[in-house]
């Protein structure tokens, strides 16, 4: 949730959000998981989206590596560390690779 709110006060660029999950890209734009356990974070998604461009983007996956490692990095260090303008270390191999797979149409 801090990402996506710092993405829209540092930028004014469109909001691509990947997930590998059908379920949780149409939940932004319908109200499939507003009565789920994870409701409260939709709602506060859809809130932070509703004045910006927003681009879901399915991904397989395989290509969910980043987040997959950026997840482990907080839950192993027990912090939520920013970086802005630059790469974080744990995936600096990984970011050349997804960099160029990011597509806006």
Same mark, same amino acid.
Request: proline residues 5%; charged residues 15%.
């Given at each position: 949730m801090q990402g996506m709110a710092l993405t829209i006060n540092h930028t004014t660029l469109p &909001? &691509?959000?990947?997930s590998d999950s059908s379920e949780a890209l149409a $939940? !932004? $734009?319908?109200?499939a998981l507003v009565r789920s356990a994870y409701g409260? /974070?939709?709602l506060e998604i859809k809130d932070l989206i509703s004045s910006r461009e927003f681009l879901p983007q399915?991904?397989?996956r395989s290509q969910n590596r980043v987040a997959d490692r !950026?997840?482990?990095y907080s839950r192993s260090?027990? #912090? #939520? =560390? &920013?970086? /802005?303008? $630059?790469?974080?270390?744990?995936?600096? =191999? /990984?970011?050349p690779l997804i960099?160029? #797979?990011i597509t806006l149409q």
């Open positions: &909001v &691509v959000v990947q $939940s !932004l $734009s319908n109200n409260h /974070l939709v399915k991904i397989h !950026l997840a482990n260090e027990r #912090t #939520t =560390d &920013v970086w /802005l303008n $630059s790469v974080p270390p744990c995936i600096e =191999d /990984l970011w960099y160029n #797979t």
